[in-house]
Nanobody, 122 residues
Framework: QVQLVESGGGLVQAGGALMLSCAAS????????MGWYRQAPGKQRELVAN???????LYAGSVKGRFTISRDNAKNTLYLQMNSLKPEDTAVYYC????????????????WGQGTQVTVSS
């Protein structure tokens, strides 16, 4: 079984910064942490940023230039550096990992963490 544990959330004033971490453990063979999503009250869960196995990255337009996603493959850990935080960034942030295979296209399975709360005050 795969476990994903997010950490680093908290309360910060607008303009501040936080670093989120997502640590994968358990049956992590061929499992790659891929991206961060967030969900605010009353809203759909949305993609914040992802990082492909190649290392290329993609950001939501609302966070581009402020957030940076990275991955430490040796530690099987995903990070999200969040700078210049705004009140509209307030949400629960979730980590997504996927299990891949060299023998098939696409991914085999998806795994979600439990989420970490980020609250930005004005």
């Amino acid at each position: 079984q795969v476990q994903l544990v997010e950490s680093g959330g908290g309360l910060v004033q607008a303009g501040g910064a936080l670093m989120l971490s997502c640590a994968a453990s358990g049956s992590t063979f061929s499992v790659t942490p891929m991206g961060w999503y967030r969900q605010a009250p009353g809203k759909q869960r949305e993609l914040v940023a992802n990082i492909r196995r190649s290392g290329s990255t993609l950001y939501a337009g609302s966070v581009k230039g402020r957030f940076t996603i990275s991955r430490d493959n040796a530690k099987n850990t995903l990070y999200l550096q969040m700078n210049s935080l705004k009140p509209e960034d307030t949400a629960v942030y979730y980590c997504l990992a996927r299990r891949y295979s060299d023998d098939v296209s696409g991914y085999l399975s998806e795994y979600w963490g439990q989420g970490t709360q980020v609250t930005v005050s004005s």
